[in-house]
T-cell receptor, first 112, second 112 residues
Framework: SQTIHQWPATLVQPVGSPLSLECTVEGTSNPNLYWYRQAAGRGLQLLFYSVGIGQISSEVPQNLSASRPQDRQFILSSKKLLLSDSGFYLC???????????FGSGTRLTVV | GENVEQHPSTLSVQEGDSAVIKCTYSDSASNYFPWYKQELGKRPQLIIDIRSNVGEKKDQRIAVTLNKTAKHFSLHITETQPEDSAVYFCAASPGTASKLTFGTGTRLQVTL
């Protein structure tokens, strides 16, 4: 069966520090991968999505970046965090959108 | 691109009553409409979905209806229980594109 792993679960980082969040998927090949951010009490904002290794599409201009170095690995990064980067970050995967997404357990990031 | 609007943003019902959440979409090419439930601090989880070749789908106390002509779809929860309290998101997938566009969410509270 397919599983998705996301870590860390919580993170407190100072303003200006770097960020690296990792997501891996098991049990499937060539998944579509997504990074979403959810501000407190708000909806799901799509940040990046990838349909294959090295293929990254950015939905929102910001100081974040994403990379997909391996088929089932998706990384969200920042060189310098801002206070506004605080939120709940969710990784998700799908084979096709028509089969729905499966979300990871999320990373709660607080920038202080 | 696709735009999904969701109403209401908050909904309070008494235990045992029904709850209805409505969404509209803009892209007539959309053909897949999932609903996700997100409990506090948890990841969103798929609870039901519908494809454009059917008008209604039921799963126990949950049903989803789709009106392609009007481009709207709705989630119906009958005999609500306290454990139904959560945020519900609708979403739409436009044709063969790999992305889901999410609504802004509805916070459902079921009171005793």
């Amino acid at each position: 069966s397919q599983t998705i792993h996301q870590w860390p679960a919580t993170l407190v980082q100072p303003v200006g520090s770097p960020l690296s969040l990792e997501c891996t998927v098991e049990g499937t090949s060539n998944p579509n991968l997504y990074w979403y951010r959810q501000a407190a009490g708000r909806g799901l904002q799509l940040l990046f999505y990838s349909v294959g290794i090295g293929q990254i599409s950015s939905e929102v201009p910001q100081n974040l970046s994403a990379s997909r170095p391996q088929d089932r690995q998706f990384i969200l990064s920042s060189k310098k965090l801002l206070l506004s980067d605080s939120g709940f970050y969710l990784c998700a995967w799908s084979v096709w959108a028509e089969h729905g997404y499966t979300f990871g357990s999320g990373t709660r990031l607080t920038v202080v | 691109g696709e735009n999904v609007e969701q109403h209401p943003s908050t909904l309070s019902v008494q235990e045992g009553d029904s709850a209805v959440i409505k969404c509209t979409y803009s892209d007539s090419a959309s053909n897949y409409f999932p609903w996700y439930k997100q409990e506090l601090g948890k990841r969103p989880q798929l609870i039901i979905d519908i494809r454009s070749n059917v008008g209604e789908k039921k799963d126990q106390r949950i049903a989803v209806t789709l009106n392609k002509t009007a481009k709207h779809f709705s989630l119906h929860i009958t005999e609500t229980q306290p454990e139904d309290s959560a945020v519900y998101f609708c979403a739409a997938s436009p044709g063969t594109a790999s992305k889901l566009t999410f609504g802004t969410g509805t916070r459902l509270q079921v009171t005793l």
